[in-house]
């Protein structure tokens, strides 16, 4: 009985170090877990993009809006007819007429470069709502519970936002040019030199909606925020009508809207505006201006109130 003890003991022993070394071999074969922050970043950009392009009739809604305003109100605002009712004149004074009031002589082609400033602004308007229903539904508290940072999680949804704004912007802009557009100034870099306008201003936009929703779960103020916010930068702006046109104080107001230096940009790249805003270094400045303080702010404030 005796002698049987011990040699029970070494078989349990050397089973006990088989299955150790069963365990090393399975933990090591077992994929490793990528803690980078880009992976993060990425995982929850593409789940929120997913829940997108997914759902191709969300797509379709949000076109409907730009392209209403482009057929029925670009085409039926037509200036140029309200000018040569005017007995005596001339095509050739019209169109210098047009082209000293929108800078270029088509009005159609002036809203269609305002519109997609429009569509930028009303898809990033709704990059907040994203953050209200994560934290509704509990998925932000499990977001949080990851080695993802805090602002990797905001930069996600600004992301997400940015990248459905330009494909959006993209769709809007091709419609514009079947509808009648001017593609005179259209070169590949003037349509790159647009895009990256238009990309920092959907970061900036994206980053300010995004930040005013890190501690709301309420979506009813969310809406709110998003109505007070959309219609003043869209109307406050020179998106639908120059600025010549407007009052002085409504002039000093359209200076201080990042939009009107979106519209001005895309105006000069894309169809070669001779009335502008300002120099299109300048649109560039204030536009990445306006994108680095508000992302480097969204990051900052979701740090202190971004919280399970």
Do not use: C
Not at 149 to 176: E, W
Not at 215 to 233: E, F, H, K
């Amino acid at each position: 009985m005796t002698q049987e003890l011990p040699a029970r003991s070494t078989i349990t022993t050397q089973e006990q170090v088989i299955e150790e070394r069963e365990r090393e071999r399975t933990f090591r074969a077992a994929p490793k877990l990528d803690k980078s922050p880009l992976h993060g970043l990425w995982a929850l950009t593409n789940r929120d993009l997913l829940k997108w392009y997914k759902n191709p009739i969300q797509l379709f809604i949000s076109l409907i809006q730009p392209v209403v305003w482009l057929g029925l109100f670009g085409k039926a605002l037509n200036f140029g007819s309200f000018i040569s009712s005017q007995p005596g004149i001339t095509p050739a004074e019209i169109n210098a007429l047009t082209l000293k009031t929108f800078g270029t002589t088509s009005y159609f082609s002036f809203l269609a470069g305002g519109m997609l400033a429009f569509i930028i602004l009303f898809t990033a308007a709704f990059a907040g709502m994203s953050v209200v229903w994560d934290r509704r539904f509990g998925f932000m508290n499990k977001a949080l519970s990851t080695p993802v940072g805090r602002g990797a999680i905001v930069t996600a949804k600004v992301l997400q936002s940015v990248i459905r704004s330009l494909i959006q912007a993209a769709i809007v802009l091709g419609i514009a040019v079947i509808f009648g557009m001017d593609t005179t100034y259209f070169t590949p870099a003037s349509i790159a030199g647009s895009f990256v306008i238009l990309f920092l201003m959907a970061f900036g936009l994206s980053s300010l909606f995004v930040m005013l929703a890190l501690r709301s779960a309420d979506w009813q103020t969310q809406m709110a925020v998003i109505n007070l916010l959309n219609l003043p930068l869209l109307f406050a702006s020179n998106a639908m009508l120059p600025v010549s046109i407007m009052p002085g104080w409504l002039q000093s107001v359209v200076k201080f809207n990042p939009v009107s230096y979106a519209n001005d940009g895309v105006r000069q790249m894309l169809l070669g505006s001779t009335t502008t805003l300002a120099p299109l270094w300048a649109d560039f400045g204030v536009l990445a201006l306006f994108a680095g303080l508000l992302s480097v702010l969204g990051i900052v404030l979701s740090w202190r109130f971004l919280s399970k």
